[in-house]
């Protein structure tokens, strides 16, 4: 049964009333090269309910690699801020963005303004550097702010409230044949329960909701380019993201949002019914992993500290084409510094629970430091979440739900 928000929506900002019981969607598109960024405005959609935070709109838990800010067009004062990261900027750091420009599709999603209100977009590079802004203005009676609405084949896996109450995480099919179907059910509360496994989801757990949405695939499986396969799925996802062959992404955000309108929704993980090993997450954006593959559950939950919390890789290979972290600032990531900044990170917890600071992270063997030897944003044998991303973690919950 699909679960519908809450008829009785109604929630008073200090600076505006958002009463209309709707959501508005702003689709971007982000294009350039490794040293010119451009943002331009695709389409506004409307989408009936919010399911987005009540608290701390005017504020953001992480800095991240940009932010969308909402002001009162009458008076300029924030009513709504968010933080993300994309993969256009992550793109940005490799070899192939040094010689040829792209464009990527970006959604957001913030509560519809009761009045006209002014959107601006910040980008950010490694340093923390603005590299592009665009402001512009939204009149939520514009005409051509076309709806947007459907009726997902979705299910509840687990509802403690309703969607204005709980965070809300969306578990979305992706390249499971209308036959195969049941065993996306399956993997989707496979995935919630590995979740809700590790501390401190599990303590936290009623404060969270999840649904699972099926989109039926025309092909089985994912586009896997190393081994020359490739699949009409609905959301397009393929392996080999920036050429490495364990990175699996999409690229069709539009498509992702367009399915799953009609569903309340925050947080997104989409499974890729393969067994080939891989996976990717974006902060505020989603998470995508593989569903049959052994290392699944931790996998998963791995991909999930990424968009969901914001967390870095504590792993280093020393192979990146460009360095993402540099010594004169601090990373926007709470589990991980260059000591520019020690005292905002996990100074206060140095000595508990075995927490210390550890060369290594970030994909760099030296100039960035995590908290322990092992951590579920370390390896897939960790058995937890070290207590530095636990933290970081509660918080981001308390953050969505206080």
Request: proline share 5%; charged share 20%.
């Amino acid at each position: 049964m699909k679960r519908l928000f809450c008829s009785c929506f109604l929630f008073i900002c200090p600076l505006l009333l958002f009463s209309q019981q709707k959501t508005l969607r702003i689709d971007y598109s982000f294009s350039g090269t490794a040293t010119s960024t451009s943002i331009s405005v695709d389409e506004l959609r409307s989408i009936d309910g919010w399911a987005g935070r009540r608290s701390n709109m005017q504020e953001v838990p992480l800095k991240g690699n940009g932010q969308l800010t909402m002001r009162s067009a009458t008076d300029g004062k924030v009513l709504y801020r968010t933080s993300f990261s994309t993969l256009f900027q992550e793109w940005q750091n490799t070899e192939e963005a040094t010689r040829v420009q792209k464009s990527f599709e970006n959604v957001f999603l913030v509560p519809m303004p009761g009045q006209e209100a002014e959107l601006t977009l910040e980008l950010y590079d490694s340093r923390g550097r603005t590299t592009a802004s665009l402001t512009h203005k939204v009149d939520p009676s514009d005409i051509l702010i076309r709806p947007c609405s459907g009726n997902p084949a979705a299910k509840d896996l687990m509802i403690n409230g309703p969607a204005d109450k709980c965070i809300d995480v969306v578990i979305v099919a992706e390249g499971y044949t209308q036959e195969e179907m049941e065993t996306f059910w399956k993997d989707a509360r496979n995935a919630m329960n590995s979740i809700l496994s590790y501390e401190p989801f599990k303590h936290l757990k009623e404060r969270f909701n999840f649904m699972a949405v099926g989109l039926a695939s025309k092909d089985s499986g994912v586009s896997i380019p190393a081994k020359h396969e490739w699949k009409s799925t609905p959301l397009q996802s393929q392996f080999s993201t920036f050429y490495s062959d364990r990175y699996l992404t999409t690229l069709h955000i539009k498509d992702l949002h367009d399915a799953l309108a009609g569903v309340p929704y925050e947080h997104i993980i989409i499974l890729a019914n393969t067994d080939n090993y891989g996976g990717g997450g974006i902060y505020n954006s989603y998470t995508l992993t593989t569903a049959h593959h052994p290392q699944f559950r931790p996998v998963v939950v791995h991909e999930f500290g990424h968009s969901f919390a914001g967390l870095a890789d504590e792993y280093y290979y020393d192979d990146q084409f460009s360095n993402y972290y540099f010594p004169d600032c601090e990373p926007w990531e709470p589990n991980i510094t260059t000591m520019f900044d020690f005292s905002s990170k996990w100074e206060d917890m140095l000595g508990k629970q075995g927490v210390s600071v550890l060369e290594g992270g970030g994909y760099m063997s030296k100039g960035v430091w995590r908290a322990c030897p092992d951590c579920r944003m370390k390896t897939n044998s960790a058995p937890a979440f070290c207590p530095v991303c636990q933290r970081a973690i509660e918080r981001m919950i308390r953050f969505y739900t206080e």
